[in-house]
Each structure stands twice: as structure tokens, then as C-alpha cells.
């Protein structure tokens, strides 16, 4: 009887593998300046760290390629969770994100919950 609850061993070698191999492209970003990343370390659990520290290298990336980057409700929930922060101290607080890496976010609510639009500070591509 298969249970669907444990992952298969052999499934885990072979995800285990694509996360080792894993190369970047040519020209892209490498990963967050590590003077910025240390402002994401301030007082925080360190799995919201890393969260921190994959979302800002996702948008990093993103903003070599081009001039914005968009990050919907469930990718900004990960990092600010809407039940635990109220929506004006979640707002600061990606604001404060953005700021310390260098970036502005606009911050916009609709239909399908919050997203923000973050940009190069310096406007630059």
C-alpha cells in the first residue's frame, strides 16, 4: 500500500540533485549583495530569513531582465502574513524591504489581494 503522506526516497535523490545542479543563466544575478542581505537579519526566525533571502535574489533577477518586478498576495504572504500584521505596519514593512535592497515598491490592492511593484531606486535596467 502506497502512502501518500511520505515522499519517495528515490524522489527526494532526484530533487535533492536538481537543487545541487542548479546553474544560472549567463548574466544572471548571482544573489543579493551581501551587505544588503544582512539588513534582513535583523531579529527575525531564521526560515523568514531565508524567505527574505530567496525573494529578494527572485527579484534581483528579475530586475537585471527588466524594470519592474511584480510579487503577488501569496509570495508577499510567505514573508509578511496578512493574519498575523496589520495591512499599514505589512505595507512599512515592505517598504522597508524594498528600501533596504536598493528598490521602491508600490504597494497595490485588488481583487486578488496585495501585490508590489518593485523598482531599481536609481531607475536604472
Known amino acids: 500500500m502506497h502512502n501518500c503522506d511520505k515522499p519517495e526516497p528515490d524522489r527526494l535523490r532526484r530533487d535533492e540533485n536538481k537543487r545541487k545542479n542548479h546553474r544560472r543563466a ?18 527575525m ?48 514593512e515592505i517598504q522597508g524591504f524594498a528600501k533596504s535592497q536598493g528598490w521602491t515598491a508600490a504597494i497595490l490592492e485588488g481583487g486578488f489581494g496585495m501585490r508590489a511593484i518593485f523598482q531599481r531606486l536609481d531607475g536604472s535596467h
Open 26 to 43: 549567463p548574466g544572471a544575478a548571482a544573489s543579493v549583495a551581501p551587505s544588503r542581505s544582512k539588513t534582513l537579519d535583523l531579529a
Open 45 to 92: 526566525p531564521s526560515s523568514t530569513v531565508i524567505v527574505l533571502k530567496t525573494l529578494a535574489e527572485h527579484i534581483a533577477a528579475r530586475l537585471e531582465e527588466r524594470t519592474f518586478c511584480v510579487v503577488f498576495e501569496n509570495d508577499l504572504e510567505r514573508c509578511w502574513p496578512c493574519k498575523e500584521i496589520a495591512r499599514t505596519k505589512r505595507e512599512r
